[in-house]
């Protein structure tokens, strides 16, 4: 018996190894798995929040004296992509995200490749984009199709892209070229501008409630809101920060239906991060009425 002893207390010691090493390794792949998630977040937020730079200079385009700001803020856009996929290449791929892995590295390669060729594009004006539309709309197909592939397969924490990112090639065309409706167009742009100037730099609830279309007038007499009380309740909508000043986008007017307009306003706020929404119009009788005004949750 004597001599199993030390057989016993060999085998006791590599189970002791071997557990420990079992769960030494569980925990480095823990460390590795989380490791991999948190650049994932970090890179991809910096790009969705960029993002929204190129939502903003497509919004305000309104002719070719507007492509130099597209082709800056696609240069660094791209930028911010090419660093994303310098830190992918240099991560440790952890075993169970190889696949994940490779889908990511396609979504950033169009997504760079789409990128590129806009900001080359802007820089040379509009014969290159007459030229080359049909190459940008693809490559903005594609882009938009592995980003969304990458963003369905990774675990992502509130990271939200707009498609408008993927809307140059449209955008641009309709600033560029004579479109149908210029007097309706007109006619749009004209009241969100002056509802956007009553409600931001003038506070005219006057103007602000004689201008919301009778649908939400209806709204508000349903949830039993006094007509007097109505200014207190806008203010209460905005929350604790509203804009110090906004854009109307000529360029992104959309006519849903005959009945139905749709613009979209950027807000510029002093703390809060710059917001595009989309302003929706109904037409009453002869005029143009606000029925959809989201800065305020009206949708």
């Known amino acids: 018996m004597r001599g199993w002893a030390p057989v016993a207390l060999l085998l006791v010691l590599l189970l002791v190894i071997s557990v420990w ?9 823990r460390k590795l798995l989380s490791k991999w998630e948190q650049r994932q977040n970090r890179d991809w937020g910096a790009i969705a929040s960029y993002s929204l730079n190129l939502v903003t200079a497509l919004t305000k385009f309104e002719g ?5 700001s597209i082709g800056r803020v696609a240069s660094a856009f791209e930028g911010k992509v090419e660093k994303a996929s ?5 991560c440790i791929v952890p075993s169970e995200c190889k696949h994940e892995a490779e889908i990511e590295k396609r979504a950033l390669q169009s997504l760079r490749e789409y990128l590129e060729l806009l900001a080359s594009i802007s820089y040379q004006g509009k014969d290159r984009f007459e030229q080359d539309k ?3 709309d693809d490559r903005a197909r ?3 199709e592995n980003v969304n592939d990458f963003i369905a397969t990774a675990k992502l924490e509130g990271i939200v892209f707009s498609a408008d990112i993927y809307q140059a090639g449209e955008i641009i065309s309709k600033s560029l070229y004579p479109q149908e409706n210029d007097e309706t167009r007109e006619a749009v742009y004209q009241t969100v501008l002056k509802f956007m100037n009553a409600d931001i730099n003038e506070k005219n609830f006057d103007l602000i409630w004689e201008m919301l279309s009778s649908l939400k007038k209806r709204i508000t007499d349903i949830f039993g809101l006094p007509r007097e009380k109505f200014p207190e309740v806008w203010m209460e909508a905005w929350g604790k920060e509203r804009p110090t000043s906004f ?11 005959s009945q139905t307009a749709e613009v979209k306003v950027i807000a510029y706020y002093e703390k809060k991060k710059t917001q595009v929404k989309v302003v929706r119009l109904i037409k009453e009788g002869d005029s143009w009425k606000i029925d959809g005004y989201p800065f305020v949750g009206w949708l």
């Open 21 to 29: 090493y079992f769960f030494y390794t569980q925990a480095e792949a």
């Open 64 to 68: 070719v004296s507007d492509f130099s």
């Open 86 to 90: 310098d830190n992918l290449q240099r």
């Open 134 to 136: 049909g190459i940008l």
């Open 142 to 144: 594609r882009a938009n």
């Open 247 to 257: 854009y109307v986008s000529r360029a992104s007017i959309n006519f849903p239906d």
